[in-house]
């Protein structure tokens, strides 16, 4: 029965261009889990966008002598171009300024504080002192009052895990110029996490067995020291405080983090108003059948695994002083937070200051896209930190992508176009052939259960296993060396090539891009697996900007499907170039080490 699955992506910051750590966290393995539950009947809804407020945006846009919204229209349109590049299938990627995700951030908000979950409370703010500007939580530095460690950030501590405040720091410096920070009070509005802690308990306890281990422990070690929080900053950049008095004032705004994650809401009620059926967004928002799944790093858990689900508590009037739905109505909260490790890059912490660091779209220029998606698949940080280094991209790309299944590829394809010019039919089969068939048709159930379950690294594992069998199985029946038996060198051919239409099937939520050019070299006719492609959208005639998004009802479907024979094949093209040992020194040469 088809479901409605809601991958709900991180929202990359538009401060800069992002790196592969960041696509390494939420971009590729949410699209891989997308195109996965697609391709199983499922009624997906993939959204996301750019996330532009708050100060950091304002620090980085004067620096660049720019406005922070032409920072955000920069950044926003150069983070799209290349998350599409790297063929992440948005059914919407969107940005945090648009009129759209200020009305639902300004419902959540007004849900809450009507509940009795948001209040007023006098705080002590940063201020820079040569500026005479608030400083973000996140720009502040010193030593954690907790863990004693010296790298703490003034809202978390990423050694221990705590939230914290900027005035508990030991020693806090400013990140943007080391200067000390002054504190003055100044009044905010706060989020009462306390009253979610039964709530926001039950709600993780019921997710045991469910969650990667990793997130569940973190997540609930986050219950054991629940405070208020502020969600409004002194700033003049971010989504107004919709209550009289504070709307209209320009030094106070709703903090960044606060609007950000409502995001996924946002951005599924402007996909269904594109659509043409604007309630269309509550089939994955209010179905007791459908399953929200969130992608991101792990310095994200604390804000998708508490923060959030407290958020929905309150506006669904769940946490302990009760209360009532908004006027969206009750909200589903998170069925799984499917959180990512690091990724180090030759033993270093990406670093854009430091120059460790590789661009996406740098990446993209000199490499395929499906070579940097298996990599991050079958190397990635998926459920411990992971170092990224170029000679075992390289060993990766040449050794696996060219030698295995670039290599089984071309030599079916090839060795069958040249000698019958079209898929052979196969004669009687042997054991070794209806082995491997079966070996090939048994993968599917282990593979897609592993993808369904977000074990990214064990299904491509077991969908390549299939790959060199078919290698081992191509060298031990030799077809090139039947010329003189050509019924047998047809079996084989068939055979290989029936396997090679498996695998394709298998490796598309991987590699995507390869796995068309196999559906076309294979006569297939149409599209097999939607790309994502950028429209310049508005908002009843305010100013253009481009989203992510997609048609992706292609011919792809979760099954083993008979290869056709008759079907004409023309000698293929190499599915991946292999790369020059010589690549490693090139590109260690520009990180400078």
Known sequence: MSQHILTAVAWPYANGPRHIGHVSGFGVPSDIFSRYQRMAGNKVLMVSGTDEHGTPIQVQADKEGVTARELADRYNRVIAEDLTA??????LFTRTTTRNHYAVVQEIFKGLYDNGYIFPRTTMGAISPSTGRTLPDRYIEGTCPICGYDGARGDQCDNCGNQLDPVDLINPKSRINGETPVFVETEHFMLDLPAFAGALG???????GEWRPNVLKFALNLLDDLQPRAISRDLDWGVPIPLDGWRDRPDKKLYVWFDAVVGYLSASVEWAKRSGDPDAWRQWWQNPDARGYYFMGKDNIVFHAEIWPAMLLGYNGQGSRDGSPGSLGALDLPSEVVSSEFLTMEGRKFSSSRQVVIYVRDFLSRYDADALRYYIAVAGPETQDT??????????NNGELVAAWGNLVN?????AAKNFGEIPEPGELTDADRALLERSRAAFGPVGAELGRSRFKNAITEAFDVVREANKYLAEQEPWKLKGDPERQKSILHVALQVVDDAKTLLTPFLPTSSNKIYAMLGGEGVWSGM????????EGGARYPVITGDYTGAATWEHRPIRPGTPLAPPTPLFPKLDPKVVDDELARLGG
């Not at 790297?86 to 059914?91: A, I, K, T």
């Not at 039950?202 to 045991?208: A, I």
């Not at 030599?411 to 060795?415: A, D, K, N, Q």
């Not at 994502?532 to 908002?539: L, N």
Request: aromatic share 14%.
């Open 532 to 539: 994502p492609e950028i429209r310049e959208v508005d908002e």
């Open 387 to 396: 170092d990224f280094t170029w000679s075992e991209f390289v060993n990766r």
């Open 411 to 415: 030599r079916s394809i090839s060795m």
């Open 86 to 91: 790297l063929g992440l299938s948005y059914d």
């Open 202 to 208: 039950s709600y993780l306890q019921s997710k045991q």
